[in-house]
């Protein structure tokens, strides 16, 4: 079975700082992963996705998240936070299941990013 | 673009009431979600179906079911509902594959049980 430990359940940041979200999991197999954000009242949008192709990869509004086996850690990246940025952010793992798969995630607990000015 | 549509934003009932949520895609997606997300808690499945009236138990389906009569539609049934089934609930859809395709998220509804 798999799961996913999302270090910190709150990152505050100043504005123009570093965004540096914790992710590791644990798979039996190769696994598939994503970020999700969720701002106040809406549901899920998804960030990226790491599909067994490039180890670093970039998503929407400047994330970016770099798949590392040998720590079994997909953590997420900004370079520069914006005041937009502050969300709840969840990881997720879906197995690689090698023929049909029902699509089923695994998530992780959340980070509230919170983006001071 | 895609779309999971979910029935209400907010709902509000009494205990041992009957609650429905529904949700509609319009991917044409074979698998349909519906979670349960609880601060600290993530994001708990209750249900999936792969496809029409299909349907199998997430990690916490006590005191909830679920039916697909059609592709599109998932509904989510709390048949008897309690104080401790107050929360957000999820709907998601996602295409059948080998598990590299995301879920599309519908924007939730919020489900208080007075």
């Known amino acids: 079975a798999q799961s996913v430990t999302q270090l910190g359940s709150h990152v505050s940041v100043s504005e123009g700082a570093l965004v540096l979200l914790r992710c590791n999991y644990s798979s039996s197999v190769p696994p598939y992963l994503f970020w999700y954000v969720q701002y106040p009242n809406q549901g899920l949008q998804l960030l990226l996705k790491y599909t067994s192709a490039a180890t670093l990869v970039k998503g929407i509004n400047g994330f970016e998240a770099e798949f590392k086996k040998s720590e079994t850690s997909f953590h997420l990246t900004k370079p520069s936070a914006h005041m937009s940025d502050a969300a709840e952010y969840f990881c997720?793992?879906?197995?690689?299941?090698?023929?049909?798969?029902?699509?089923?995630?695994?998530f992780g607990q959340g980070t509230i990013l919170t983006v001071h000015p | 673009d895609v779309k999971v549509t979910q029935s209400s934003r907010y709902l509000v009932k009494r205990t041992g009431e009957k609650v429905f949520l529904e949700c509609v895609q319009d991917m044409d997606h074979e698998n349909m979600f519906w979670y349960r997300q609880d601060p600290g808690l993530g994001l708990r499945l209750i249900y999936f179906s792969y496809d029409v009236k299909m349907k199998e138990k997430g990690d916490i389906p006590e005191g909830y079911s679920v039916s697909r009569e059609k592709k599109e539609r998932f509904s989510l049934i709390l048949e008897s509902a309690s104080t401790n089934q107050t929360s957000m609930y999820l709907c998601?859809?996602?295409?059948?594959?080998?598990?590299?395709?995301?879920?599309?998220f519908g924007d939730g509804t919020r489900l208080s049980i007075l």
């Open positions: 998601a859809s996602t295409v059948r594959g080998v598990g590299n395709q995301p879920q599309h």
């Open positions: 997720a793992v879906s197995l690689n299941a090698g023929g049909t798969s029902y699509g089923k995630l695994t």
